[in-house]
């Protein structure tokens, strides 16, 4: 009786692990049947191929799959060129799926990967035209500052992992000096300020003993917070840390500092990307790349101009109604920065006051868009920390990195207290609500619990979208009146929108124009009175991230242009949280794919509302039908009753000059006035 049995349900068994092994099959090797599963193919393919961006994530941490928290990306040249070729091979694929059979919001899904899939596809051309290792980004930087703030520390396991990864960094910085080493043969270099800030930043990192190095610090700071973790298990752990550091991450740090030193001699103090080979159109598909438009450097460049007098007139009134009259706009602002009313102490305690503002800032500003900016609040806690000490020098004024899916990791805002002459009171809260609330964590947490959409609309990364929202976001709070009797305030936001109308200007300046960093530098301080320590760190941004800084002001000038557009075809019926809805609810997207969008909700919107009218309009004329009924029974009435109140109600609509009632022929025509 049960041997039957067993054997149908072997049969059973086998035949559902070889569906499921043709389903595998299918998945990872060809082009999947479904195209939901081929977007989360492309979307797995990215992560599992990028150990450090799926911990970053805290996606599949939740499921048991930790394994990857050990290993760091692989940086070689052959992995490098393995990218291209999946990217080409999924364009081609995607594009094998009849768009007339995918949804409305399939086929939305499928405009935004062909045109991420393309734009990587094109960048093969370009992928040696850039600098890995710089003043602001690279491997010498982002591995201590991942390990110290993204790497997860919740159990023995990833204090494991933490080591683990300390063993790998030997071979990813061999993968690094490997690719340095192919673009030097192409006669691309960094310029030399780069290479000398960098070889200063690695050797102060290296300086230090490893029980000081911020890896061991902050592992020993967090690993005090894993309960089950006994003490002595601690004090094996930091053993562990502190001798991979000296035996594994100091190493190898040595090795790029000695490849930097090889090469010194050959650099030049020529900035713009002009200088590589077929410069001027690389710095096209950078433009293309980081702004989603198909503006050329020349009109960036009259559109910064253009818009720094537009700014300067606002500013000019403001300082004029604030005891600065006449005096230039650049000038007055460099006083203003220096102004002891609005400056903290330099030191520990100046810093701590400021990091509690800005976590003030960012808190009221979560209450009042949650009451007015937006119908729905993204989870994602935020937090508020101070840039690592040791990569300060050189990083920007403030950045953001985004929570984990699984919130074991809250978004955090880092801003730099490395000189607090340079961060005025009055220039906190535009910066606040820039990186924080309602701008970065609000947009890209949105982003990230979005239901109902492939994974990847939650992470796509385009640039102009991302920063045009959180400069729009600045806008936007003067507009709903947070900076009401704060013209300091005011001035702020001003100032740090000048400067990225600015950037437009210095960055085409310095890539299609030829202007030297000293000329750059030279205009951003004479246009916004900034600091010259925070000017230069800019300007040295700009330069190794060409075509990046032009994204912000192209960006929130089209979300503006798409908000006066829904204004005024809406009229009394725009409604601003519905807007951000419509702006917030895709993910990032295209610019030219995000008016699409909005253009849609204006008409769906126009639409409701002719609807909504038509129905309202429907029921008052029926409602009228009825009353002409009425009237009409009552006047009939009348005639047999003249003492009858309706005969009242009729002789008064005569001596009005309305209809009479009375009368079929004129009812006739109220009902045909009805019908029309």
Known sequence: MFRPILKWLGAIIAVVVIAIAIFLVNLIWFRPWSLNLF???????????????LSTLGLVEQFGITGHNGKLDDESPAHQQREFERWKRDLAQLRQYPADRQSVSQKLSTRVLDWFLQLQAEGEKWQWHDYPVNQLFGVQNQFPSFMANTHRLLSQNDCNYYVMRFDALP???????????????????????????????????????????????????RADKIDKLSQADRADFQARVETAITNKVYPAYQKLIDYFREILPKTTTDDGVWKLPDGDAFYAYKLRENTTTRLNPNEVHELGLREVARIEGEMRAILDANGYAGQPIGEAMDKLSKDRRFLYPNDDKGRADALAKYTELITQATERSSQDLFFTTPRAKIEV????????????????????????????????????????????????????????HWQLSTAEELKGVPQFRKVLPFTAYVEGWALYCEWLTKQVGWYDNDPFGDLGRLRDELFRAVRLVVDTGIHAKHWTREQAIAYMRDKTGMGEKEVKSEIERYIVAPGQACAYKIGMLKIQELRARAQEELGDKFEQREFHDAVLKNGALPLEILEEQVNDYIQRKRASVTAATDFQRSNTQKDLCRSVFISSSQSRSCAQHPHHPGSFRIAHSRASGDLDFSRPRSLIFHRSLLDS
């Not at 977007?39 to 961006?53: G, M, Q, S």
């Open 171 to 221: 071979k990813k910085f061999d993968q690094v000096i490997d690719g340095l080493r192919v673009r030097e043969q192409k006669q691309i270099l960094p310029p030399r300020f780069v290479v000398e800030e960098v070889l200063k930043e690695m050797t102060d990192f290296i300086a230090k003993p490893a029980s000081e190095n911020i890896l061991a610090t902050s592992f020993k700071t």
């Open 39 to 53: 977007y989360e193919k492309v979307f797995a393919e990215i992560l599992f191929d990028h150990p450090e961006i």
């Open 385 to 440: 920390r101070r840039v690592p000490e040791f990569k300060e020098a050189t990083a920007p004024g403030a950045y953001y990195d985004i929570a984990a899916m699984d919130g074991s990791r809250p978004g955090i805002f880092f801003a730099n207290l490395r000189d607090m002459n340079e961060v005025p009171e009055w220039s906190m809260p535009t910066l606040a609500y820039h990186e924080g609330v309602p701008g970065h």
